[in-house]
């Protein structure tokens, strides 16, 4: 049963920014650390960021420290990912979850796809 619904990609220019939205169940937001992953083509679905329930302890992959900044609305259920700074390489679909370490606890949602042109 998939529990998430992602929204707010789009295509943008390298250097460009985009905010992810990702609603939640009550089930999953409320029990899990959340995450965001990414698959680009031809690629395996990759880990993104990571947030704590309280939202004061984020986990970021290396490649997009320090341009992507994840976030929670608790009350709304809501995911969010603000990724400035664009580059190409950032072009994939992004999906959140529930985690646990790192591994989602969810089926997965459509996704959302983001593409980033040169």
């Known amino acids: 049963q998939v529990q998430q619904v992602e929204s707010g990609g789009g295509l943008v220019q390298a250097g460009g920014s985009l905010r992810l939205s990702c609603a939640a169940s009550?089930?999953?937001?409320?029990?899990?650390?959340m995450a965001w992953f990414r698959q680009a083509p031809g690629k395996e679905r990759e880990f993104v960021a990571a947030?704590?329930?309280?939202?004061?302890?984020?986990d970021y992959a290396d490649l997009v420290k320090g341009r992507f900044t994840i976030s929670r609305d608790n009350a709304k259920n809501t995911l969010y990912l603000q990724m400035n700074s664009l580059k190409p390489e950032d072009t994939a679909v992004y999906y959140c979850n529930g985690v646990q370490g790192r591994s989602p606890v969810a089926d997965w949602g459509q996704g959302t796809q983001v593409t980033v042109s040169s």
């Open positions: 947030i704590s329930w309280s939202g004061d302890s984020t």
């Open positions: 009550t089930r999953t937001f409320r029990r899990y650390v």
